[in-house]
């Protein structure tokens, strides 16, 4: 079992920059890949960025390549989500998430483990 609880929404003027983290217990964190999501109100969830095991390898979504960069600290259990240059299209509630498997992070949202959600919106 993995616990996934999310911080550092917020309300942000366009252009401005927010971090995300994401606290994870549990289980051997270390072993799993890592993602970011987000949904915004009447979408579906969608897909932002996705980290592997060891920090080494990162994708993202084309909406979000150069502005957003994830990483993890596996010591302590935590990614995060750095976002700059925040677009009032970024709003929405943004979840972690949690699968043994890379690549399944990335084309699916049946992950092993969700985070609750944190709020992201951002004013024009």
């Known amino acids: 079992q993995v616990q996934l609880v999310e911080s550092g929404g917020g309300l942000v003027q366009a252009g401005g920059s927010l971090r995300l983290s994401c606290a994870a217990s549990g289980s051997t964190f270390s072993s799993y890949a890592m993602g970011w999501f987000r949904q915004a109100p009447g979408k579906e969830r969608e897909f932002v960025a996705v980290?592997?095991?060891?920090?080494?390898?990162?994708y993202y979504a084309d909406s979000v390549k150069g502005r957003f960069t994830i990483s993890r600290d596996n010591a302590k259990s935590t990614i995060h989500l750095q976002m700059n240059n925040l677009k009032p299209e970024d709003t929405a509630v943004y979840y972690c998430a949690a699968d043994k498997i890379y690549g399944k992070v990335v084309v699916s949202t049946a992950l092993d483990y969700w985070g609750q959600g944190t709020q992201v919106t951002v004013s024009s």
């Open positions: 980290i592997n095991w060891s920090g080494g390898t990162t």
